[in-house]
């Protein structure tokens, strides 16, 4: 059973990936540019469903963390020329020690009460960036004017370069992610999700994995934004506002929280749909939330919650055997 | 030589009300302790003040001679007690191995970093976490239920499994809280046997329990609480012809 899903995974990857290696013969440039999107909301849903698939904290600001990435590139890149890709690890920093931060004192906050807070930490962060904090991030207009990628001396900056830019992240993220939930780490924000008290009491250090599952997932977040900042070359805050974290929270939820290609999959549609519903103009958020609400309804679980077992059975055969 | 576990002088109170008062006892290393007493009288606030669950408003709790009253859960759980809860409190969408394995987080290392690479010494600390997890699993008699989701298992191997767990993160004393609680008698009878395995580990034993024959079987030495005092404390025999004890258990005769 557990070898079937994954073999089933492993050629649902493939097929994703010669999908998007192929997309710039048969799609037009208006196409590739919602793939393009598709590829940042996956690494955005993905960076979340750590923080909340994961260790089951509810964060609804997840964008504040996509904006200090973004804020931080574009800074870098506006100010002091340094080049895109290079500021990659910076934001990843810097989002990570802004979690850290905000989290530590709310981070011990149970389900709902985390929601409201996090909610406020996004309005804050929004807020902030349009008042020009420290005369830095350009108030309501942004800040434009941010340099193109290069990689290997290749200037990035048609929508196909950009595909692959992103969706090789993306790949690289998925492949990471895999390796954290099946590990002791992993386990840990699964422990932190289904009981604290008992992950606590069978010696887990909550309050620690709980800040480092903001920190990483926030990590990720700021990554994106550095590709996101690299892909618009102007960036505003009505860009990171509450709607952008209630999408995120949306995906990961819709798709089947904790579970990866569950969440790609959730994420992939709440972008794609309302594009491929464009012919009803207003109607189709209307028909998006029908849907979204049947779904919850009938399959509160998830879209794909099929989880591949952490430990699978051939690690418990091989355990046994080496006794 | 002091004892393993030392309670001294511990008293707890919830607003007005004062939950463990002044209570003290020792558990020798080796022995299996049992903590008796009606419902109500402070036997699982004392236990969530060995655990660091609750902080005492007084008084001290010594283990191997080191101060933990002041110490988080988990880092007296890493310093050797390990603990199963009164209401079976597992990881329920997780199998029954993960589910060990949590014990064994304790005495592992890796994080993040090492997830994300896996270096060799990061996949040979797995590989001997899982295989200790499957140990214990055998132990406590649930060798075929490794990929079982927990919250899927029988009550009484949902019970099990907690101890499982527990064990597995090398306790020097465990904390089982109503070990019998919900369990037939022939499973009562098995945590009797499975309790004397533990103990021929060398693994100390302090447990509540209602069951008063299992109590009187497996502990040896039996602390009783009654509205948060300890009112007797001794070896099974002298406790069952106790007045206080029985008093406390069927009431006074009105005359």
Not at chain 2, 30 to 57: C, E, M, Q
């Amino acid at each position: 059973m557990a070898a079937r899903t994954t073999t089933r995974l492993a050629i649902g990857y493939a097929l994703a990936v010669a999908f998007i290696a192929a997309a710039p013969l048969f799609l037009d440039a208006y196409w590739l540019d919602v793939l393009n999107s598709v590829g940042l909301y996956v690494l955005l849903a993905l960076s979340l469903n750590l923080i909340l698939g994961d260790a089951g904290l509810f964060n609804m600001g997840h964008a504040a963390f996509y904006a200090v990435g973004a804020y931080t590139t574009a800074i870098l890149s506006t100010r002091f020329q340094i080049p895109i890709l290079w500021t990659l690890p910076a934001s990843a920093v810097v989002a990570a020690l802004f979690a850290t931060l905000v989290a530590r004192p709310v981070v011990h906050l149970r389900g709902d009460y985390l929601l409201v807070v996090t909610i406020g930490l996004g309005e804050i962060v929004r807020i902030a960036l349009v008042n020009d904090v420290f005369g830095l991030t350009g108030g309501a207009n942004g800040i434009f004017g941010i340099a193109r990628p290069t990689v290997f001396g290749l200037k990035i900056r048609r929508p196909h370069e950009f595909l692959y830019l992103i969706w090789a992240f993306v790949a690289v993220t998925v492949l990471l992610f895999h390796r954290l939930e099946q590990s002791r780490f992993g386990r840990a924000l699964n422990y932190l999700r289904e009981d604290p008290v008992a992950a606590e009491g069978s010696g887990v250090n909550t309050a620690r994995y709980r800040l480092l599952a903001f920190a990483l997932g926030a990590a990720w977040a700021g990554m994106t934004g550095t590709l996101y900042a690299a892909k618009m070359t102007i960036i505003s805050p009505e860009s990171f506002g509450f709607w952008e974290s209630v999408v995120l929270f949306l995906m990961v939820i819709l798709g089947g929280s904790g579970s990866i290609p569950g969440v790609i999959l959730g994420a992939t549609l709440v972008v794609v749909l309302p594009e491929v519903f464009r012919g009803f103009a207003s109607a189709r958020m209307l028909v998006f939330g029908l849907v979204m609400m049947v779904m919850m309804v009938v399959r509160p679980q998830g879209l794909l919650a099929f989880r591949i077992l952490r430990f699978k059975e051939s690690d418990v055969r091989r355990a046994g055997a080496s006794q | 030589m002091s004892a393993l576990l030392e309670v001294r002088g511990v008293t707890k109170s919830f607003g007005g009300l004062t939950a463990v008062s002044d209570v003290s006892f020792d558990v020798e290393a080796g022995s299996v302790v049992g903590l008796i007493g009606p419902n109500g009288a402070g036997k699982t606030t004392t236990f969530n003040l060995i655990t660091g669950n609750y902080r005492a408003d007084r008084g001290t709790i010594r283990f191997e001679d080191r101060a933990i009253d002041r110490m988080r859960t988990h880092k007296i759980v890493q310093a050797g007690i390990a603990r199963t809860f009164q209401n079976v409190r597992l990881f329920q969408q997780l199998s029954a191995v993960e589910n060990v394995l949590a014990g064994r987080h304790c005495r592992t290392k890796s994080g993040a970093l090492g997830a994300l690479l896996r270096p060799p010494w990061q996949v040979r600390e797995e590989r001997e976490a899982a295989a200790r997890a499957v140990e214990e699993l055998a132990f406590v008699g649930l060798s075929g239920h490794a990929m079982e989701l927990a919250k899927n298992l029988a009550y009484g191997d949902q019970r099990r499994l907690e101890i499982a767990r527990a064990l597995a993160a090398d306790p020097r004393l465990v904390i089982l809280d109503e070990p019998a609680g919900g369990m037939n008698e022939q499973e009562t009878e098995e945590l009797i046997g499975l309790i004397g395995r533990i103990r021929k580990r060398g693994i100390t034993i302090l447990l509540i329990e209602h069951d008063m024959s299992l109590v009187m079987r497996a502990c040896e030495h039996i602390v009783v609480l009654e509205y948060g005092e300890k009112i007797a404390e001794g070896p099974p025999a002298s406790i069952q012809a106790n007045p206080r004890v029985i008093e406390a258990y069927l009431g006074t005769e009105e005359v």
